[in-house]
């Protein structure tokens, strides 16, 4: 309780925070005084009532005290109010007259006069400012040389002091000053300076941080933008895979019947025309098939020919090639069986060469395959424009594409690197210089 009240006592009601302080400091140094003048007044009313028969020179001290008191409740309401530097003025003003008249009365060697005018000094640099404080140095500094002129002239005599000054004292005494007067100026520089530092970094932090928080909002409506559109071509891919395997289903008996009359009828009519329809049929079979495990995602592992699987992917993609003029060759190679999913390698497969396909518009995509005791090697190259250096690190990963969304979703690659890390225990790379084309290497261990 008594805490809270001298909080409300001496609290600032400033909001600039150097003027916070000041007003602060002046608070508490008013209320102090008030209490040490009111404490003062109270021993003297003693004194004059009950102790000193002398009371008429008492009274007249008595008298003094009490009207300090008053000035000094007339200050700390003028700071309370919000008016700190005329208060300060007055409270400094009073202890510089109190320093003057106690080197007059007491001579200028008086340790009480050279405390007050410390005291001053210091407090001029705390509670006002800087100028302030040298401010009050000259004026201390010209009234004590004139008192000592006095003195030494003869003018005046102090009360106590029973010999006269030295001009080596006076001069000690005014270098004491001043090497006060410096540390005050120090001290203060020193604040201000702190408080300049700490309110240039309040103001960039804050406009750091609503220029953050402006970043993160533009960022977050492009990132749920961007994953809105995602989910949407998503969703239509997933209705498109719905829409395909019932299709295919449909369509894969009665090509299946076309494909056994035309064998039927092979055997009683012999013909090469006859022959290529049957052939024709059944690659179609083949590929309805192919395609129908695939959007069923029919991925159980088994043993398969790697060289037939990327055939059937680039019978898949013969017309796409054909149509952007591009020749598709696989380089001889021997039988090799790799044991997985084959839906899933054939998804390998299609995704790398239909990417070959787009980046070489009117060129040429070659496949090779080559085997060790260990590994198989299967490379597809392209003689396209490349990919440029910045891409390369990004290539496989999910939604990243250079293509438009007519033509790519940024999923094929990444697909592939799952693919062979997860279902084949390989790894995928590539290489690529621009203007060069680009070669893709998968690597599968046998």
């Avoid at 300090?68 to 003028?78: A, E, N, P, Q, S």
């Avoid at 409270?91 to 200028?108: A, D, H, K, N, Q």
């Avoid at 594409?401 to 790894?427: A, M, N, P, W, Y």
């Amino acid at each position: 309780m008594l805490t809270g009240l001298l909080h409300r006592l001496v609290e600032s009601r400033a909001t600039d925070e150097d003027l916070k302080r000041q007003e602060f400091i002046m608070n508490v140094l008013l209320l102090g005084s008030l209490v040490l003048a009111g404490f003062a007044a109270g021993i003297l009313a003693i004194g004059v009532l009950f102790l000193d028969p002398d009371r008429t020179k008492h009274s007249v001290s008595l008298v003094a005290c009490i009207v300090i008191v008053g000035f000094f409740v007339y200050l700390y309401r003028l700071s309370k109010h919000g008016h700190h530097r005329p208060a300060a003025f007055g409270f400094l003003g009073s202890f510089t007259l109190g320093g003057v008249y106690t080197i007059c009365e007491w001579g200028i060697r008086s340790r009480e006069a050279w405390l007050i005018f410390a005291l001053v000094i210091i407090t001029s640099g705390i509670v006002l400012s800087l100028r302030a404080a040298l401010g009050s140095l000259l004026l201390v500094t010209l009234a004590t040389v004139l008192v000592h002129v006095m003195e030494t002239s003869g003018f005046t005599q102090p009360v106590i002091d029973l010999r006269g000054p030295t001009l080596e004292e006076t001069v000690f005494s005014l270098i004491t000053l001043g090497i006060l007067a410096l540390v005050s100026w120090l001290h203060g520089r020193d604040i201000y300076h702190a408080l300049e530092r700490a309110r240039a970094s309040e103001t960039a932090l804050r406009k750091e941080k609503d220029m953050l928080e402006i970043r993160v909002d533009e960022r977050t409506k492009e990132l749920r933008q961007v994953q809105q559109d995602d989910i949407t071509h998503l969703y239509r891919f997933a209705q498109f895979g719905r829409l395909t395997s019932g299709v295919l289903h449909d369509l894969l008996s009665p090509l299946t019947a076309v494909s056994l009359n035309l064998e039927e009828l092979g055997r009683s009519h012999k013909s090469d025309v006859l022959r290529e329809a049957i052939e024709n049929t059944k690659r179609i079979e083949r590929f309805v098939e192919t395609t129908q495990r695939e959007v069923q995602e029919q991925h159980d592992a088994t043993d398969f020919s790697v060289r037939h699987a990327l055939r059937d992917a680039v019978e898949v993609l013969r017309y796409r090639a054909r149509k952007s003029h591009v020749k598709v060759s696989i380089e001889p190679s021997s039988e090799t069986i790799l044991h997985g999913s084959p839906v899933k390698f054939h998804q390998i497969a299609s995704n790398l060469l239909s990417n070959a396909i787009d980046a070489s518009p009117e060129g040429t995509v070659r496949i090779s395959l080559t085997t060790t005791k260990t590994r198989l090697r299967i490379n597809v190259v392209d003689n396209g424009s490349g990919i440029p250096p910045e891409n390369l690190v990004h290539i496989f990963e999910p939604l990243f594409t250079t293509k438009d969304i007519e033509h790519g979703t940024g999923l094929g690659l990444s697909i592939c690197k799952e693919i062979v890390e997860q279902e084949f225990k390989g790894r995928i790379s590539v290489e690529s210089k621009p203007g060069k084309g680009s070669t893709f290497k998968v690597d599968i261990p046998l």
